[in-house]
């Protein structure tokens, strides 16, 4: 199911061919990340301890399954959010939506529960339906890197998606952050989805120059659009709800905040990669910009503020944004990396995940 | 004129490809999706060139892009300095903007005037980013036409009940801003998502590829302002009869289908790198912000060729020049050549 490319000579000769099972893609496109020179894990690369050089070399597949359990991470929410459901359950609700039902088929790891979560009493149209779409197309990325990863895939992991929001509101600053939960209402509902939707943006843009088969490259390209998509809509929403950013804008700001803390934990003390800065993480915080003349602009985009490149993270700063500093302890990468989101750590194949 | 006769034409066949959506992409293997319609280009595109023909390429849209944002945020257009020629540039001439109705938007709130700043500020830092990385090989700013916009709408058959047809003005006013934007905006993300595949393995280890893929999410957040707003603007207004820009949008995209079938490659056929925007009416059904295939929700791509026959406004095959860029792109890519 995965078309390899050969790019070498120039013709990219396109085979989607059912003979080119995922396992040639394992053993064949193990790439020595750090060799990029491009800010790959470069955290890592620093040398923190002695082994981590060794384990920073993912294959394909690796890359593809670390992509599997934000996926798992950000459908449930959605599913949950839109249905009432987690993606294995089918309702009338997600039927009529045309979500797909998952069959869980990955078993690399360990298979966890999900906890949390609750159908959101939506009042908005819009809201209700960017839910609705986002719920579907997540459960469709799922279904896509499951059939792609085959045996490889790895199994959904444990995934808290009740009591990991307050925590990480509080952790943010959101006002009676303890309380909070993304389920309450519309508002709250994409102050939860603002929590998701950069990330992942950041890691498929981390995680592009990683893969070596042209046609995963190519898939992964497509696949962080949509993810850009989703950041925009959920950012322009907000930015319509609260023009003037005195509620859920403002939250953005907090909720950014702490990401790039984390994230730059993630790097474990070097500098950024290339398309990474400190800090990565931008709200919808309004500032000025000279055009004509010096103006006002709404930072749309979570991007660098000179070159307007979205965000590049390592798998380092993305796990520990997703596992509240789980990945990063006392400056070190450790694994597994535990908590918030995950709390028992994402399922990785046999270089796991740091 | 001949452009305009030939984009009627092709306007009133257009359903016709349209109808087809998704049925292409159904059929697709999975990962292979988005492989399939990058690669075809590089096979069916007879030229040679390199890394930094492929970031010119891009530059060219850019141009264009920052041209169209910084006139509607601002009233004025990229200063000279961000279109001159790299002296390794085998284009020397910097071309000139054709201006027609634009002109800073008028009527916009301070969010939306924010919103068009940072678009329009965001597109030049591309052209900016790209035309450092470029160095002396940067091409110039090609002729550019924004009065382009009322012949492709007639094209389309975008009609204003108001002032009748061939009279859209996506300078007149946010909502026809929105159309405007939306012209451009999926375009620009599938031209990168295609061009992604082009880079050599040796400008993946430059870092090329991390680039353009980072700029490739820049646009996709702009497609999804202009389709979110669209979209919440339309179920604001309760029809599409109340909101016609709706409709227009979707016009743009089966017009946008109609001239890519002069590239023969798979998807583009049956114009399923198109989703078209929905409005929905009730709490329980999905909306359409997100362009991508309807059996996996990954992003479409655009081949080079896909990309020209929009800007160009052309279906034609050996097309070299038009719609936009009316002295053609400063580009190898320049000539359609499927």
Redesign the interface.
Known sequence: ???I?N??D???????QETEILDDVITSSRRKMLA????SLAGLAAGVFASTAEAASYTDADILNFALNLEYLEANFYYLAAFGTTIDVSNP?ST???APKITLSGTVGTAGTVSGGSKVP??T??V???A??TA???G??V??LL??LGSAAVAQPMINLGTSFPALATAAGIPNGSSFSPYANDDDFLVGAYVFEDVG?TA??GA??LLTV??????A?????????????I???I??LD??GTSIASYTNLISTLRASLSQAGLLGVAPG??DTNPDDFGLA?FS?S???N?????????DQ???????RNTTQVLNIVTGGGAVNNGRAVSPAVGVFFPAGMNAGPNGFK | MDKLTELLNRAISRRKFVAGVGVTAGA?????????????K??VTPVAYTDADVLNFALNLEYLEAQFY?YA????GLQAADTTAGSASPFKTVGTVTLGSAAAVPGL???Q???L??????E???V??LRSALGTAAVPMPSIDLSFFGPLALAAGITKVATGAGSFNPFDSFDDFLVGGFIFEDVG?TA??GA??LI??AG????Y???A?????????????I???I??RA??AGSAIAYPQITAANLVEDLRATLTVGDSAAPSTSGSVETLLTL??????????????P???????RTVNQVLHIVYGSATVGVSSGGFFPNGTNSVFAKTTA
Request: proline share 3%; with cysteine; net charge negative.
């Open positions: 199911m995965i078309g490319q790019r070498k120039g013709t990219n000769e396109m085979a989607n990029l020179g491009i800010g609700a009529l939506a045309g939506f009042t149209i819009p209700a339906s960017y609705i779409e579907v197309e997540e469709k990325h279904q896509l059939s792609a943006v498929y843009h592009a120059s042209p046609a995963n490259l190519a898939t390209a497509g696949i962080l659009a949509v993810e850009a998509y989703h950041a925009g809509l950012r322009t929403t930015n319509y023009p003037t290339p398309y309004t910009v055009l004509s003349s103006v006002t602009a709404t930072r749309l985009t979570d991007a000179t070159n307007e490149i979205a965000f590049a | 697709t293997a999975v990962l292979g999706l988005t492989g399939c319609s990058s690669s075809s590089s096979s910084l945020a601002t009233g004025t709130t301070a969010a005037q924010d919103i700043n940072e678009i329009a500020y965001e030049r830092a591309h900016r980013f993300v990168y998502s992604a595949g050599s393995a993946v280890a430059a870092g590829l991390t680039a893929s980072g700029i490739l999410a820049v646009e996709a957040y702009h497609a999804g302002y389709r979110t707003s979209t919440g179920i604001a929905p009416t009730n709490l329980n059904t999905p909306s359409a912000i997100v362009a991508a295939s059996t996996n929700a990954v992003g479409f791509a």
